[in-house]
């Protein structure tokens, strides 16, 4: 039996103070026979400012919480490590007794999503304000494609890489920071065959244009290619203190409080339900999340999975986050299956069955057929919108296939 444990730290609302929030025990006898238990602490429960890192899991209460889904850790907990880019770096430049999910945990850079830290010691360390610049982001792609490539990287290379591990997602990434703004910077990865950076680029000035909700984006070029630029919307620049402030995050698979590996009951119709429960006045956040099942199946983002779903925590309730990772799949076929349930047709995208339960998102059938057409008609114009914004001819080609589907999904 392995047994691990470090304490969990919180950013208080609106605030600079970091305090302890409670201790997080992990153990393990295996794959398949982990739990992780977590406590708050007396002061934190004590605190007039304390919240609950997940109202409904776990309640600010004086009792132990365990979790075995996720490898045994809590849903604010999971969203606050590491997916595969950040694992990958983490293993390579750590001892293998370091690749569970407390080692991922302690070896984050401080630059994780939301408003959670973590560390060994019962008081929080004084934080470190430290981020890569954009000016780094050329000696970070050169390091990025030698660890991709298993070359050896230096000391310098490898403090860059461990400073700006971003929480999510399997491509190369890194936090920095330009006037006072941090941007999760995305690079093409080793294994691209199309220009991705740009490719997600359009695609999120399209959802804009459509009326979604999404933050600033930019393209830039570094070393001759293409990088991508999402700002961090889970950071505020307080120019005062000059510290940013942090906003707690949870995912859309912490609301259903389901296991990444529970592909069968991922559904946007538990997942309306759920943010009910976490929303005050939720209609205005369940229609965004409807206009985003439209744009994903129209598009053919079909990696629309729970954690590509965010939720952020002001004042007493939650709302839905800007999107993000909207990407293009180019697929064969005239049927799109999404990620998760749409309607009583399952996870099919057409309007059948979008307009089969539009009533869990607040809409009616035909304020729910007017959101879809509307965003039809924008995105027919999709090849001269992407042309526009300088995708090349060979990815114009591979993204026919990502349209492929538009007979098959009616009006």
Known sequence: MISKECFVYVHLPNSHEVITAGRLRWQSGGVNNVVGTFVYGKSYLKNKNAFSLDPFE??????????????????????STPDSWGRYVIQKNTPASEHDPIGYLLNSADDRVGALSF????????PIRSFNKTIDLVKL??????????????????????????????RPKTTVEDENTLWIAKFPALDDRQNISRIEYATMLLAKACGLQVPEVRLIQVGGKDVFLIQRFDRSFDPKKKKYLRTHFVSG???????????GNWSYLDLADQMRRW????????????KRIVFNGLVSNTDDHPRNHGFLKFSKSYKLSPAYD??????????????????????????????????????????????FLKMKAKVSKWQTFFQSHGVGDVDMVYLQGAFSHWDSIGE
């Open 141 to 170: 792609m050169i390091a990025t494609r030698k660890l991709e490539e298993g070359f050896p990287i230096d000391d310098t290379e490898r403090s860059l890489l461990m400073a700006g591990l971003s929480a999510g997602g399997a």
């Open 253 to 263: 698979l912490t609301l259903l409080n389901l296991d990444e590996r529970d592909y």
């Open 279 to 290: 929303i005050d006045k939720p209609k205005e956040n369940l229609q965004e999340l409807y």
């Open 119 to 126: 560390g060994h010691g019962k008081v929080p360390p004084a």
């Open 58 to 79: 776990l309640p600010l209460e004086e009792r132990e919480f365990q979790a075995i889904k996720n490898e045994g850790l809590h849903g604010p907990l999971r969203d």
């Open 326 to 371: 909207l990407v293009p799949k180019a697929e064969t076929g005239s049927q799109r299956n999404l990620a998760m349930q749409i309607g009583s047709q399952g996870r099919n995208f057409s309007l059948e069955n979008l307009l089969s339960r539009c009533d869990a998102f607040d809409l009616t059938r035909d304020e729910a057929k007017e959101i």
